[in-house]
């Protein structure tokens, strides 16, 4: 198995669902960096308040700040993930082929078919895949805009250790 098969396998996702990712990615960043802030604790100004005062008992008081660090770390460090698939998502849909080149050029050659906008076919294993290529982030290259008749065969290029990494060949399309 190719490690670069698995990145582009792995980042192929927010590219392929480039409309949602953008949804998705752009609201949830805002909450993770919150959380990632260093008051973010809950109730964590109220402690504080009441370590002051002497109003907590003896093993109610905090002995260290590490869970909080840990969880300011966790936090930051999936906010930064999500502002990747964020920017990928964007240049998915603004036709940036991110995923799609690499695809295309390593990927396995096999007939499939289209109804609406899944596409099924068969893998060299003998599996069958039926896999979602959406209006606005198609899985086709060269041309994106090519068209595509429903129903009509068309050729998909898929990676062999990862099948729902694929394209639409549109370059050996029926015209």
């Not at 949602?20 to 960096?33: D, E, H, K, N, Q």
């Not at 009441?50 to 930051?76: A, D, K, M, N, T």
């Amino acid at each position: 198995m190719n490690p670069l098969d698995t990145l582009i396998w792995l980042l192929n996702f927010p590219v392929s669902h480039g409309y949602a990712m953008v949804f998705i990615a752009g609201f949830s960043i805002l909450g993770l960096f919150a959380m990632s802030a260093r008051g973010a604790v809950p109730g964590g100004e109220l402690r504080a308040i009441r370590e002051r005062e002497g109003l907590l008992r003896p093993e109610e008081r905090s002995r260290g700040q590490l869970g909080g660090s840990v969880r300011r770390i966790v936090f930051r460090v999936l906010a930064f993930v999500m502002l990747g698939c964020l920017v990928l998502g964007i240049l998915s849909l603004s036709g940036v082929p991110v995923t799609r080149a690499y695809i295309y050029d390593n990927g396995r050659p096999t007939t499939a078919t289209m109804e609406g906008d899944w596409v099924t076919f068969t893998t060299a294993d003998g599996v069958e895949y039926t896999l979602e290529s959406n209006f606005f982030t198609p899985a086709v290259y060269p041309d994106r805009d090519a068209y595509l008749p429903g129903g009509a065969p068309v050729v998909v290029r898929y990676l062999p250790s990862h099948p729902q990494a694929f394209v639409i060949d549109s370059a050996q399309t029926p015209r």
